[in-house]
C-alpha cells in the first residue's frame, strides 16, 4: 500500500460534515489525489437533489437574513417555509445567524465546519442544521452538531442544543441541552493523531462519501474480492460476506461514476482509449432559462395558458396551509417503503 506523503507544515483538515469518514478512517485524510482528472468543486457536476438541495439552502438563508430572492415553486416554498418557521419560533426574540464558519487548527490538524443557522444565548449555544435529503436524520448522536457547537461556543456559554430540520419530511428532530466538554475537540485530534502513525482505515458505506475514494487502494482491494464468478451464490450461508458487500455497495458505484467521467474528460482532451468513444445524445428538454412564459408561447404560436397544468397539492402541504392532521390522515394514503439500510 503507498500512501502519498504530505508536507509537515501541511495541515490536516477535519470537516464536520465530513465526521462520519474522518472517524472511522484516518487513512482518508492521508491520501491525496493528484489526478489531473480529479474532481474540483468548480468542475463538479451537481446531480439534480444535490442542486435542489443547494437551492432550498439558498432560500432558506435569505429568508433568514431578510434578503430579497426568486420566488420558487409551490412545493418547493413549503419547505422553505417549513425550516425558516421552526427557525424563528427556536430563536424568538433572539438574533439567527445564518451559514457561520469556525475552525481551529492545533497540532497540526484543522477542525472546521459551517454551521446553517446558530442561536446564542447568555448561558446556551442552539445550532441548527437544515437538511433536505428524502430520508431522516436524526439530531441525537449527531457529531456534526456537537463539532459545529464546540467551535462556536462562547464565553459564558454552558449548555448547547441540537436542532435538525428534516424540511423536506416536515420533521423536527432535537437533542440536548448538553454540557460543554472542555477537552472535546483537542480529544478528537489527539484520537485522529494516533491513527494517523498506524493509516488506521475501515472500508464500509462510509467511503461513498470520501473525497479520495479513486486513489484508495484498501477500497479496491476490497471491491476486487467480488468481482469473480459465484458472487451471488449461497446468501443464507453466507451472510457476513453479503453484509460487507452491502456496505461497499455506495462507494462502488461513486467509484465508477469516477472513472466513466475521467475516461469522457481523457477522451475529449483527444486521448484514445480502444473500442470507446463519445456518443452524444439528446438530453432532457427544458425551456430556455430566463424566457418568460408568454414569449415562449409566442414562439409556438400558442396561448401561454398551455404552458400551465393544475396540480392537486400534496397532504404535507395541506398541513401546511392549516388542515388538522387528523383530517388529512383519515384520507391520505401512506404506503410503507421498502429499502435496506446499511451501517
Not at 474522518?22 to 468548480?42: G, H, N, T, V, Y
Not at 461556543?153 to 419530511?169: D, E, F, M, P
Not at 459465484?230 to 458505484?253: S, Y
Not at 392532521?325 to 439500510?341: G, H, M, S, Y
Request: overall charge positive; glycine content about 6%.
Amino acid at each position: 500500500m503507498s500512501v502519498s506523503k504530505r508536507k509537515k507544515s501541511e495541515a490536516y483538515v477535519l470537516r464536520a460534515s465530513a465526521w462520519r469518514t474522518w472517524q472511522k478512517c484516518a487513512l482518508s485524510l492521508k491520501l491525496k489525489d493528484e489526478s489531473l482528472f480529479r474532481e474540483r468543486e468548480k468542475d463538479t457536476k451537481e446531480d439534480e437533489y444535490a442542486a435542489e438541495g443547494r437551492k432550498i439552502h439558498a432560500a432558506i438563508e435569505s429568508d433568514l437574513k431578510g434578503q430579497s430572492r426568486e420566488k420558487l415553486d409551490i412545493e418547493t416554498e413549503a419547505i422553505v417555509s417549513f425550516a425558516v418557521n421552526v427557525a424563528k419560533t427556536e430563536a424568538g426574540s433572539d438574533k439567527i445567524e445564518s451559514e457561520v464558519f469556525a475552525s481551529v487548527l492545533t497540532r497540526g490538524i484543522t477542525i472546521s465546519g459551517t454551521a446553517d443557522a446558530v442561536i446564542h444565548r447568555d448561558d446556551e449555544l442552539v445550532i441548527i442544521d437544515f437538511k433536505t435529503m428524502y430520508k431522516e436524520i436524526s439530531a441525537e448522536n449527531n457529531e456534526q452538531l456537537k463539532i459545529y457547537a464546540h467551535l462556536l461556543q462562547r464565553q459564558g456559554q454552558k449548555t448547547w442544543r441540537g436542532i435538525i430540520v428534516n424540511a423536506r419530511l416536515n420533521s423536527i428532530s432535537y437533542t440536548g441541552p448538553h454540557e460543554f466538554e472542555k477537552r472535546y475537540l483537542s480529544g478528537l485530534i489527539a484520537d485522529v493523531l494516533e491513527r494517523l502513525k498506524t493509516n488506521q482505515h475501515v472500508v464500509g458505506s462510509h467511503c461513498a462519501y470520501c473525497s479520495v475514494l479513486a486513489v484508495c487502494q484498501l477500497f479496491r482491494v476490497e471491491l476486487t474480492k467480488w468481482l469473480v464468478p459465484g458472487v451471488e451464490d449461497g446468501i443464507k450461508n453466507r451472510k457476513d460476506d453479503w453484509v460487507r458487500l452491502l456496505a461497499i455497495m455506495k462507494p462502488a458505484e461513486k467509484l465508477f461514476e469516477r472513472v466513466k467521467a475521467d475516461a469522457l474528460k481523457y477522451i475529449e482532451l483527444g486521448g484514445e482509449l480502444p473500442g470507446v468513444s463519445v456518443e452524444f445524445s439528446g438530453g432532457t428538454r427544458a425551456w430556455p432559462a430566463g424566457v418568460p412564459a408568454a414569449e415562449i408561447a409566442s414562439q409556438m404560436g400558442i396561448d401561454e395558458s398551455a404552458l400551465y397544468d393544475k396540480k392537486i397539492v400534496s397532504p404535507a402541504e395541506l398541513e401546511r396551509r392549516g388542515v388538522p392532521r387528523e383530517k388529512i390522515n383519515a384520507v391520505a394514503v401512506q404506503p410503507t417503503r421498502r429499502t435496506l439500510k446499511v451501517k
